[in-house]
């Protein structure tokens, strides 16, 4: 319905649903156990998603076009554009967002949240939910570098944003300027 809605008001979409397992999902033990109607615990499917949206994030920016993805669950309070252009990030070639929720003031909360992330401004992981890559060389040549490594990658645990993290904090491309 989603898809249809942005092609009657003549905004760009991209239809997906054909590369996802929604029957899959609701046939895994985790979907009905706990009620599921989506497949984010489904992670064969999920990482499918991901892999898409790296995918489509490559091919757009390969056109020239500079992409602000956002997930469905983050809500805009303004428009982002003054801050993307107008500030010093204007000049950054990936921006992205953290996960960095933790309650930092209490002393007696625990050092890793349940999914083992680690307390810290900078420890915390990048969120790929709000995500902005100019079409720069830079910009582009990360981007190649996270497709490749979804593509090569044979962990079954591993999403997009896992590919992402590792990616920094590994120095697969620890903020070089990439080869001409």
């Not at 920016?61 to 992409?67: H, K, R």
């Not at 050092?111 to 680690?118: A, K, N």
């Amino acid at each position: 319905e989603t898809l249809e809605e942005c092609r009657r008001k003549g905004m760009p979409a991209v239809g997906v649903a054909e590369f996802f397992d929604f029957e899959g999902c609701k046939g895994s033990d985790h979907c009905r156990q706990s009620g599921v109607e989506g497949f984010r615990m489904h992670k064969e499917s999920f990482n499918k998603m991901g892999h898409v949206k790296v995918a489509v994030l490559d091919a757009i920016l390969s056109l020239g076009y500079d992409v602000l993805l956002s997930d469905v669950d983050v809500v805009w309070l303004r428009d982002p554009s003054p801050f993307i252009t107008d500030t010093a990030v204007a000049k950054a070639d990936v921006l992205v967002s953290s996960d960095c929720i933790f309650d930092f003031l209490r002393e007696d909360h625990v050092f890793t949240d349940h999914y083992g992330q680690l307390r810290g401004a900078l420890m915390a992981e990048f969120n790929t939910g709000v995500l902005l890559v100019r079409a720069t060389k830079h910009g582009r040549h990360f981007v190649a570098k996270w497709l490749e490594a979804i593509e090569r990658s044979t962990e079954r645990t591993m999403n997009d944003q896992s590919h992402f993290n590792t990616i920094l904090k590994r120095g697969i491309m620890p903020f070089k300027q990439p080869p001409d």
